[in-house]
């Protein structure tokens, strides 16, 4: 009799730690590392827009410029990212699907020019690992399963620029007073040690989607550890509103159920825990063996609303269903970090696309986009 519990119950040990252990402290760490994250890329987004001010008047060293992009005389490019991607496709059950995956990126860049708003012209000179922030909106169809997808800056685009200014020769700056010199301007370079950053984005909103993203996993882990919590209520209505007491069997009946040709047992006991109050719960085969009617026996009483969820047996235990709290915590943890790096924008990952259809059927449209 210690170890009499309801119909597939599994002992109190275990059941603390699927419902307290998994359940509870599994998704609070879970939603704390999303929580953790978002903390930090919210900071990461005020230090980037600090770096910005744009009253502060050009002076050598590190600096952060806004303005409107111009071409250098003769060129006709600034940035380039290129994306190279091979296409494929797969059947399933008759549904086409395709999917382009990079295979080789490139950089091309250029001198250019930012028009700030105080009316100077300052000459930028990126290297080729520079970072571009920008939306990859351009696309070139080369063939059925060949295509380019690239981000660039053009003209009249206004962009954030971050790198080291100083004063050099600019062969568009107009010639200094001694004429032997050739023109000299302000020009911002790469760092020594760094990258430059374009981004045509404010500084700060690369890392506030990021945050963004984090806190609604946050978000998703809680609701999921929420609903778990709410299926097996009545493990917390019996911690809780639950007295540990004794109740006498009243009857014993055992019947089958038939549900798609599988053939159910169930062994109900009804309990008469005092006079006026009545209530039953299912027990293993092993266990009716030895009952009978009028044995005491231990219960776990609720009373009111909830005393459906009255258990036999000394201890707090939970339904063997409970053991679906493992791969849902798992399950969800891992959908959390696939998406984490498959929503990255395209110059923090490689390029992936997924449509539905043939390539075919893409074919015509992106020709005319391109």
Same mark, same amino acid.
């Given at each position: 009799?210690?170890?009499?519990?309801?119909?597939?119950?599994?002992?109190?040990?275990?059941?603390?730690?699927?419902?307290?252990?998994?359940?509870?402290?599994?998704?609070?760490?879970?939603?704390?590392?999303?929580?953790?994250?978002?903390?930090?890329?919210?900071?990461?987004?005020?230090?980037?827009?600090?770096?910005?001010?744009?009253?502060?008047?050009?002076?050598?060293?590190?600096?952060?410029?806004?303005?409107?992009?111009?071409?250098?005389?003769? $060129?006709?490019?600034?940035?380039?990212?290129?994306?190279?991607?091979?296409?494929?496709?797969?059947?399933?059950?008759? #549904?086409?699907?395709?999917?382009?995956?990079?295979? /080789?990126?490139?950089?091309?860049?250029?001198?250019?020019?930012?028009?700030?708003?105080?009316?100077?012209?300052?000459?930028?000179?990126?290297?080729?690992?520079?970072?571009?922030?920008?939306?990859?909106?351009?696309?070139?169809?080369?063939?059925?399963?060949?295509? %380019?997808?690239?981000?660039?800056?053009?003209?009249?685009?206004?962009?954030?620029?971050?790198?080291?200014?100083?004063?050099?020769?600019?062969?568009?700056?107009?010639?200094?007073?001694?004429?032997?010199?050739?023109?000299?301007?302000?020009? @911002?370079?790469?760092?020594? $040690?760094?990258?430059?950053?374009? $981004?045509?984005?404010?500084?700060?909103?690369?890392?506030? !989607?990021?945050?963004?993203?984090?806190?609604?996993?946050?978000?998703?882990?809680? =609701?999921?550890?929420?609903?778990?919590?709410?299926?097996? @209520?009545?493990?917390? #209505?019996?911690?809780?509103?639950? %007295?540990?007491?004794?109740?006498?069997?009243? /009857? @014993?009946?055992?019947? #089958?159920? !038939?549900?798609?040709?599988?053939?159910?047992?169930?062994?109900?006991?009804? =309990?008469?825990?005092?006079?006026?109050?009545?209530?039953?719960?299912?027990?293993?085969?092993?266990?009716?063996?030895?009952?009978?009617?009028?044995?005491?026996?231990?219960?776990?009483?609720?009373?009111?609303?909830?005393?459906?969820?009255? %258990?036999?047996?000394?201890?707090?235990?939970?339904?063997?269903?409970?053991?679906?709290?493992?791969?849902?915590?798992?399950?969800?943890? @891992?959908?959390?970090?696939?998406? !984490?790096?498959?929503?990255?924008?395209?110059?923090?990952?490689?390029?992936?696309? /997924?449509?539905?259809?043939?390539?075919?059927?893409?074919?015509?449209? !992106?020709?005319?986009?391109?």
């Amino acid at each position: 009799m210690p170890d009499l519990m309801s119909d597939n119950h599994i002992g109190p040990m275990l059941s603390s730690f699927l419902v307290d252990g998994v359940g509870t402290l599994g998704f609070v760490v879970a939603s704390g590392v999303a929580l953790l994250a978002r903390a930090r890329k919210r900071a990461e987004a005020r230090a980037a827009e600090a770096t910005f001010d744009g009253e502060k008047q050009l002076v050598a060293g590190e600096a952060v410029l806004f303005g409107k992009v111009e071409r250098a005389e003769g $060129s006709d490019t600034t940035v380039r990212v290129e994306v190279d991607q091979e296409g494929e496709e797969s059947e399933s059950s008759g #549904v086409w699907s395709h999917k382009w995956t990079e295979k /080789k990126r490139r950089v091309f860049v250029a001198p250019f020019y930012l028009r700030l708003a105080s009316g100077h012209r300052v000459r930028i000179e990126p290297r080729d690992d520079v970072f571009l922030v920008d939306e990859m909106d351009g696309l070139l169809r080369v063939d059925l399963k060949a295509r %380019t997808r690239y981000a660039e800056l053009t003209p009249g685009e206004r962009v954030y620029a971050a790198g080291v200014l100083s004063r050099a020769p600019d062969p568009e700056a107009q010639p200094a007073a001694d004429y032997r010199t050739g023109g000299e301007g302000y020009v @911002l370079r790469a760092p020594r $040690s760094g990258r430059m950053l374009l $981004s045509s984005q404010p500084l700060g909103e690369r890392f506030h !989607e990021r945050a963004r993203f984090h806190g609604r996993w946050a978000m998703w882990i809680a =609701l999921t550890a929420i609903t778990f919590h709410l299926l097996f @209520l009545g493990y917390h #209505v019996r911690r809780w509103a639950g %007295t540990d007491t004794t109740a006498t069997i009243r /009857k @014993l009946d055992h019947y #089958v159920t !038939e549900s798609d040709d599988t053939l159910t047992h169930h062994y109900r006991v009804w =309990l008469t825990p005092r006079d006026g109050l009545s209530v039953d719960d299912e027990v293993e085969p092993e266990d009716f063996a030895w009952m009978h009617e009028g044995q005491i026996v231990p219960v776990r009483l609720v009373e009111g609303p909830f005393a459906s969820s009255t %258990t036999i047996g000394g201890h707090l235990t939970v339904h063997d269903l409970a053991w679906s709290v493992v791969p849902l915590l798992l399950g969800a943890w @891992l959908i959390y970090q696939y998406r !984490e790096r498959a929503s990255r924008p395209w110059y923090e990952r490689e390029v992936v696309d /997924k449509g539905s259809g043939r390539l075919v059927e893409t074919f015509d449209a !992106e020709k005319k986009r391109s």
